[in-house]
């Protein structure tokens, strides 16, 4: 099994900044993609910002040129700094690795418990 555990997240006025971060831990062969997604009431999880290794990055339309994502290969962690936050970037935001587990011979997908990010004045 593979356990995620998120810290950082909060209530920041608009134009602030948060850092989230997230280490994996458990039964870990190896882990292809860390990344976060998101997901604001009433709307479905997207996707923010992914690490696919080898210095392959995406990251959603919406927070290009906002928010950074990097990741410690050796600590197994992936942190997003969110700069310019706008109330619109409000929503729970979960940590996700695509990853295998020793004695499997697939990845699977695994998911934080979620953190809650507020951005109002």
């Known amino acids: 099994q593979v356990h995620l555990v998120e810290s950082g997240g909060g209530l920041v006025q608009p134009g602030g900044s948060l850092r989230l971060s997230c280490v994996a831990s458990?039964?870990?062969?190896?882990?292809?993609?860390m990344g976060w997604y998101r997901q604001a009431p009433g709307k479905q999880r997207e996707l923010v910002a992914a690490d696919s290794g080898a210095g392959t990055t995406n990251y959603d339309d919406s927070v290009k040129g906002r928010f950074t994502i990097s990741r410690n290969r050796a600590e197994n962690m992936v942190d997003l700094q969110m700069n310019n936050l706008k109330p619109e970037d409000t929503a729970v935001y979960y940590c996700?690795?695509?990853?295998?587990?020793?004695?499997?011979?697939?990845?699977?997908?695994?998911w934080g418990q979620g953190t809650q990010v507020t951005v109002s004045s």
């Open positions: 996700y690795v695509k990853a295998m587990e020793y004695g499997s011979s697939r990845y699977s997908n695994y």
């Open positions: 458990g039964s870990i062969f190896e882990l292809r993609v």
